[in-house]
């Protein structure tokens, strides 16, 4: 029984559930998360030994019912796993993984419970069922056939051992990463190798430095291979250094995730094997839009040729700057970025470094992002200074509809610290429901540079795009309007979610919305509107090394994921297993590293895209035929954002996904609208 003085005992009393972080204490976390384990084992018993026959309610509505003390606890869990790691995080992690795995297969493994819902998909056409009902059996079904619970007892025990293990390696993974990125930020004491830096980059660097007690500065790591100075440093030995910084995280010493990678690899595949599977590929592709693993390698590989053709054509003139500045032998990976800026700036008139000074964290949120949902959406934003955080650098919005009706809360948390992990994400507090009467309480986390004293907090033009990226998914998540939380917000297949969030991306550079936001912050001068054509023209440029590193990291995951059970790799040969994988696909770019390699490859072995990275790519070709669907009908229009709400984001997973685009699109996707974008059309001989 769980003490009534833990804050986790009693759903929140809040505004929209938000936990109460002021009252959350580390030794309230594990008694907590044991009570809510053992309260919904005692849901699941009650449901598997019902004496009556099995109906939506009494097993598909009491499952959905099962396990609020639980979510409670996981919520704010992993939040601080990600956003305030410390040594109590890192041990609620180490004991949380793998029992949370056990407890998962208890369900997923019970066939007292598969049989009554066996039976209900039996009589699936008899039961007049609503629409999401009749979802809700259909998916419930399928997760615990392809969670393995028709296999028999033997069976079913080697599969909770694997997944327990792949818990604990997976969490290992992460927290490995998060050291070896923090402890391969470069160090630098002379501020000529810092040439080409802005002054706003140089005071982060120096603030970042001096907090951790360290003379000159100190510039982290970004999550991919590419790191944002890249552009910019004019001394190609600091260019190196902070690449090879970059693309050796995990590879060796204290902080190696080679060993974890592989058997995570290898487990992965013998459990598909178990579950019927040939690969680990081919389970997860059971469960997303595309239709199998030959489809999406299909897919991808019509795309390979064209962008490393296209790439090598980018790669010869930047090589030839190259030299031009008397630099002799091959482009490189360190060189890329920079020699492309340059193009960018002479070709286009744009210098993306300086266009920082118009970028302002706090106007690109509030003018940029929030004001862009208010036009096309209604929905209103004020903070909410008063409610508590789970860390002084949120900033809390309550989220009001055209009407004055509450949505929900929306959490922002945009600096980088030692204590985040990399990259940038969304993720849910409260998931919506109206069978729980629970409202959306959403979390937009980001990775900027933190200030020098005095500055203001300034963006790259990458991280405004990517800002605008993740309130797509936080407005996925704000406006669904569901049933059932098993399809709430972005509760949809993995090669689905990623859509929504990159057509909020259309938004950012948009000349219109621009004006509202881009203002220097010493100047208060507005972007000058020519400025603006030209970052839209350089946004183009590049096309061929964007497309080939994205494929580069996505075949590489289906590389480990496409391995038959028995395969094995040893921890020393994962560079060449990579550079093997790299070659055969034909993206072998010397210049070109994949956007991540195996060793920080944290989307496959630390979160849920294993065997899915494709599915940027895949969300992508709907995202494009969108951004045409908009500009057809004129844009940023109440009446468009009106329709992609109600009839795709507020369903969430509660309809089959690509039905939800056709009813906004009017009919099933393209691929034309993508290759036009990335300039990938095959040239007439």
Known sequence: MLSDDNPFADPSDLPYGLPPFDRIRAEHVMPAFEAGIAAQREEWEAIATDPEPPTVGNTLEALQRSGQLLDRVLTVHFTRSSSVIDDDVRAHDEAIAPALAAHADALRLDGRIFARVDALHDRIDELGLAAEQRRLLERTHLDFTLAGADLDDDDKARLAAMNERLSTLTTAFKTTLVDATTANALHVTDPADLAGLSAGAMASAAATAEARGLDGWLLTLVLPTGQPALASLTDRRTRER???????????????????????AALRAERAAL?????????????????DVDAVMATLGG???????????EAAELEALLHADGHEGPLEPWDWAFYAERVRRERCGVDESELSAYFELERVLVDGILAVATRLYGITFPPRPDLPTYHPDITTYEVFDADGSGIGLALVDPFARDSKRGGAWMTTLSDQSHLLDARPVVTLTLNAPRPGAGQPPLLTVDEVETAFHEFGHALHGLFSDVTYPRFSGTSVPRDFVEFPSQVNEMWAFDPEILRGYAVHHETGEPLDPAAIERLQASRRYGEGFATTEYLAATLLDLAWHRLPAGTAIAPEDVESFEASALRDAGVDVHAIPPRYRSTYFAHIFAGGYAAAYYSYLWSEILDAELVEWFGERGGLRRENGDIFRERLLARGGSVDPMQAFADVRGRPPTLDPLLDRRGLRPREP
């Open 242 to 264: 902070l690449h090879r910084a970059a693309t050796t995280r995990g590879l060796g010493g204290d902080h190696d995730t080679r060993g974890l990678l592989v058997e995570i």
């Open 303 to 313: 795309l390979v040729g064209p962008a490393v053709a296209n790439a090598a054509v």
């Open 275 to 291: 579950l019927g599977f040939a690969t680990h590929a081919d389970h997860v592709l059971a469960d997303q839009t595309a239709d």
